[in-house]
């Protein structure tokens, strides 16, 4: 009766000391660095972010913050990685921050002592790196693998393709997830052994990059196979990892969207009334607006009790599923509340509602993460 | 009020917290033989109001209501986390009500923030031993929402003010023995708001020094009472019934809705709604049988649930939040004034959801062997709307929110 005793329990949330100083640090920075128009040229050109604010987000140290001290990191956990990605979310920010972080994860559940020493500390001083997870057949389910990989005499060869892998391009190790001998496995593939192996996808998101990984024939050594025991583990923490993640990034997101339609509904005037005045419209965006703080408080709660067995899987869930909805409502009202103007390119709006999409296109949306809490409370 | 800055001892704290819920355990009434009010606008008989008033004392003595208001004023004296503690004790055990609401949790909160010393000394013990019943005069038949447009004249006539007017849906308004009362002082003053000036008026006996004041109880959509309509003709009244000053009505009307709606806190403590427990309806949804099946086997019903008990934790975490400051700035006082629209619109749509897992059951009323639960959820979400539409109704919460936290224009 787990859920009977959750609703009497006390709620859990909390804020370490530093939370609260990378909240402030991330605001400024976030704010400085990603102005909207910053936003928009960098939606012009080919790699998507800018390779100097890169830089300074490795100096400042922050891609090593989930990274122990004695690999070359800081030695904080996820939940100090979530007050970044809420304000690149708020910021509309696009670095590859997020897949190396992740693949960071990976590595460290995944990895071997020698690679685990040998990308981490990489990772640590500013080496991108990133995931390929996804499948031709658009599942969730991280176990679901039919990219394969066969191991004859030292030699892996890798069958089938793998999509969504963002920031591919720039990228020096990617993991990728594979089926060997019908269990899942994870492969650490240097950016060299993929030369002329990527190519950019078309994805909704126009902040963002993605690129399908064509496998197909490739040869590794198997030094290249991460110790099979750890795959199924590491799957799951990255999934969490992820859903976390990207409910920060959406949260953030939720918050921006609803500011940036707040101002239009302050200035914009019809039938000689600012339109913030109509409660068709003020009712509205105090719903969304609602709905975006209960994602955050469910935000904060997840990261406070990540990777606690049960309960903290459950928050994990709940944020993503709160997220998801949140940012998905708030974005679709803001194009709806710009009229004509809200439908085109050059309003923001519908930066945010691409963002959404695609964020819940990426480790499960609001019903996937609903069906697991089922799952868990059933 | 005690100073929530004062330290106190997490053992303390702890001892006291497992005294409560030992207490609790104890002494909560079971197997009462007659039907309970789930909150303090349903009591509707002499026979719940005489319970609800003796159990409402006995946890006043037992130190579990008013813990932490002042001692020379009949409080405990203590921290307020002693009070949450007890608060918390008291609602898991589910307890009956307590019935003085309007006294323990508007009215004391603003005479110990605002009121005199008399004020204090007269009013706050019998608020927490419920020796003295409190209503709230604030709507009238024509004012609701519009509040700031009540019309109840009060005139002043030497020492004394008459009241003329009447004031409606006065929870309690039959068994009260005072009234928070706004009523209009000034007709000309410069704007509506500033005519208007708060009382604390006597409802019976010889405080009410001449003409009447009747109370008229009222039918609710529950079939139960619960509330009246209040007839004041040429009521008299003391001069001293006054608080603050003449024109002050307004401000102090404001500073009452806050209490009453969670977005300030000094509050006696002690629940005073049933809110089912959201887990409740799991239990429900294993019991219940839609198509033959349990509730809960359906996928769909499944993803419902799922989202209404994400929804029940945000409530909490969206309090506990709210004291971080760190995660509760970037727009000051949206968690304090979104909790009542938050909970209130949750606790209906639970309740209206509960009533969809019974197939044909779904049709029973309290009472009829058939009902589930003996129709728990179809009195709950009747009795929803009271929280709705009672304090300031949702689309009132709704422009308070879109005005006060998000900074848009009046509508
Ligand atoms: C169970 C219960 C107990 C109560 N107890 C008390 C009590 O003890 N003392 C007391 O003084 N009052 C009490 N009330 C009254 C309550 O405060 C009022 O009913 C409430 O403020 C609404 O006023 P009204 O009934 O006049 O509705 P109206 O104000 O006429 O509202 C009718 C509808 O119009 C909507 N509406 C009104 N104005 C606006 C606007 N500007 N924008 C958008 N929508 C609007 C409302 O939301 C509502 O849906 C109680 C009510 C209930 C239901």
Redesign the pocket.
């Known amino acids: 009766m787990s859920a009977f005793d959750n609703a009497r329990m006390a709620p859990r949330i909390g804020l370490s000391e530093e939370q609260a100083q990378l909240l402030d640090i991330a605001e400024s920075f976030c704010r400085d660095k990603s102005p909207v128009d910053k936003v928009r040229a960098l939606i012009e050109e080919e790699g998507g972010f800018d390779a100097a604010v890169w830089h300074e987000i490795a100096e400042l140290g922050w891609l090593g913050i989930g990274v122990p001290e004695n690999y070359g990191g800081i030695g904080l956990g996820m939940a100090e990685l979530v007050p970044l990605v809420e304000h690149m979310g708020r910021s509309l920010m696009n670095t590859p921050f997020v897949p190396t972080v992740l693949a960071a994860q990976a590595v460290l559940r995944g990895g071997s002592e020698a690679q685990k020493e040998e990308v981490l500390r990489q990772i640590a001083t500013g080496a991108a790196a990133s995931l390929a997870l996804c499948e031709d057949h658009a599942d969730w389910n991280l176990q679901n693998l039919s990219v394969t990989a066969s191991l004859q005499d030292g030699q892996l060869t890798l069958r089938g393709k793998k999509y969504l892998v963002l920031h591919a391009a720039a990228a020096q190790f990617v993991l990728a997830s594979v089926a060997l001998d019908g269990q899942a496995a994870l492969l650490l593939i240097p950016a060299d052994a993929l030369a002329g192996r990527i190519s950019r996808e078309k994805i909704i998101d126009d902040t963002q990059r993605a690129y399908a990984l064509d496998l197909d024939g490739l040869s590794l050594p198997e030094t290249a196979l991460m110790p099979t025991d750890l795959a199924g583990d590491a799957l799951a923490h990255i999934e969490q990892a992820g859903s976390l993640l990207l409910a920060a990034d959406m949260c953030g997101g939720a918050y921006a969207c609803i500011d940036y339609t707040l101002d239009y509904l302050k200035t914009r005037k019809q039938f000689g009334k600012l339109i913030g005045s109509y409660?068709a419209l003020k009712?509205s965006i105090v719903d969304a607006h609602q709905a975006y703080e209960k994602a955050r408080s469910h935000l904060y709660s997840a990261a406070h009790i990540f990777g606690e067995q049960g309960e903290g899987d459950m928050a994990v869930h709940m944020a993503k599923a709160e997220a998801g909805e949140a940012y998905s409502f708030a974005a679709d009202r803001a194009i709806q509340f710009h009229g004509g103007f809200g439908f085109t390119y050059d309003c923001d709006a519908q930066l945010y509602r691409r963002r959404a999409i695609m964020g819940c296109a990426l480790y499960g949306d609001t019903r996937y993460h609903r069906r697991k809490i089922a799952a868990l409370m059933f | 009020m005690a100073d929530s800055d004062i330290e106190y001892d997490e053992q303390d704290l702890a001892a006291f917290k497992d005294a409560a819920v030992a207490w609790f355990g104890e002494n909560t009434p079971r197997d009462v033989d007659f039907m309970l009010p789930l909150?303090f606008?349903?009591v509707g008989t002499d026979q719940q109001f005489n319970f609800l008033r003796e159990w409402q004392n006995k946890v006043y003595e037992a130190g579990y209501l008013g813990a932490h208001w002042p001692k020379e004023y009949g409080g405990g004296g203590l921290h307020p986390a002693f009070q949450d503690a007890a608060t918390r004790a008291m609602a898991q055990a589910r307890t009956p009500i307590m019935l003085n609401a309007?006294g323990l949790n508007w009215t004391g909160p603003l005479l110990l923030d605002r009121g005199s010393e008399e004020e204090k000394q007269k009013y706050i013990k019998g608020i927490l031993s419920a020796e003295t019943i409190w209503?709230?005069?604030?709507?009238?038949?024509?004012?609701?929402?519009?509040?700031g447009n009540a019309q109840t004249r009060a005139v002043k006539d030497g020492d004394d003010y008459v009241i003329n007017g009447s004031?409606?849906?006065?929870?309690?308004?039959n068994y009260a023995d005072y009234m928070i009362l706004?009523a209009r002082t000034n007709p000309d003053a410069e704007n509506k708001y500033k005519g208007l000036s708060f009382f604390l008026a006597p409802m019976k006996g010889a405080d009410v020094k001449g003409g009447s004041i009747e109370t008229v109880p009222i039918k609710?959509l529950t079939g139960e009472y619960?509330?009246t309509q209040t007839f004041f003709t040429d009521a008299r009244i003391s001069a001293d019934c006054l608080m603050g000053a003449e024109g002050e009505g307004w401000l102090i009307a404001m500073q009452t809705l806050e209490y009453e709606r969670g977005a300030r806190a000094g509050q006696a403590g002690g629940h005073v709604m049933m809110m089912s427990d959201p887990s409740d309806i799991i239990r429900l949804a294993r019991e219940a049988k839609l198509n033959g099946k349990p509730a809960i086997d359906d996928p769909a019903v499944q993803e419902e649930l799922v989202a209404l008990m994400t929804e029940a934790r945000s409530l909490g975490l969206n309090s506990r939040r709210d004291k971080i400051r760190p995660l509760a700035q970037d727009r000051p006082m949206s968690l304090a004034l979104g909790s009542k629209l938050a909970s209130t619109d949750f606790y209906q749509r639970l309740n209206a959801f509960a009533i969809t897992l019974q197939g044909t059951r779904a049709a029973y009323y309290v009472g009829d062997e058939n009902a589930h639960d003996n129709g728990l959820w179809q009195r709950g979400y009747l009795?929803s709307?009271?929280?709705t539409?009672?304090?300031?109704?949702?689309?009132?919460q709704?422009?308070i929110i879109g005005e006060h936290v998000l900074g848009l224009p009046k509508?």
């Open positions: 409660q009712h | 909150t606008m349903e309007i209503c709230q005069g604030f709507s009238e038949p024509e004012n609701g929402s519009d509040l004031k409606i849906w006065t929870t309690q308004g706004l609710k619960g509330f009795n709307f009271s929280a539409i009672g304090g300031g109704t949702s689309q009132i709704r422009n509508s």
